[in-house]
């Protein structure tokens, strides 16, 4: 059984940083493609980021456009936990982020390429 578990959400003005963390267990992250979602209130949950590695070495990325350049995904293999380093907050980044994991080939952005998820941690950004 999957099971992911977030932390590192909380409170941080605008341009603060955050780093959330996800602990895996039941699958390896560096067999998997590992991504971040994140839902605001009143809104749809969306891609944020995710990773895929290649081997013991080498990975790919992806990121939501508007994150590109402030936010980096990473893992720990050895752990196995990814990492979602957050720069440059702005307050639309406020919301519930969630990690997930996911099967088939490449890196995804739909909710549907992932089934496992975990409970979420939460994101708030002042202005």
């Known amino acids: 059984q999957v099971q992911l578990v977030e932390s590192g959400g909380g409170l941080v003005q605008a341009g603060g940083s955050l780093r959330l963390s996800c602990a895996a267990s039941?699958?390896?992250?560096?067999?998997?493609?590992m991504g971040w979602f994140r839902q605001a209130p009143g809104k749809e949950r969306e891609f944020v980021a995710a990773?895929?590695?290649?081997?013991?070495?080498?990975?790919?990325?992806d990121y939501l456009e508007p994150v590109k350049g402030r936010f980096t995904i990473s893992g720990d293999n050895a752990k196995n936990t990814v990492t979602l380093q957050m720069n440059s907050l702005k307050p639309e980044d406020t919301a519930l982020y969630y990690c997930?994991?996911?099967?088939?080939?490449?890196?995804?952005?739909?909710?549907?390429?992932?089934?496992?998820w975990g409970q979420g941690t939460q994101v708030t950004v002042s202005s």
């Open positions: 997930a994991t996911g099967r088939g080939p490449g890196l995804r952005r739909r909710n549907d390429d992932y089934d496992s």
């Open positions: 039941g699958r390896t992250v560096s067999t998997y493609i």
């Open positions: 990773i895929r590695w290649l081997n013991r070495s080498a990975y790919v990325v």
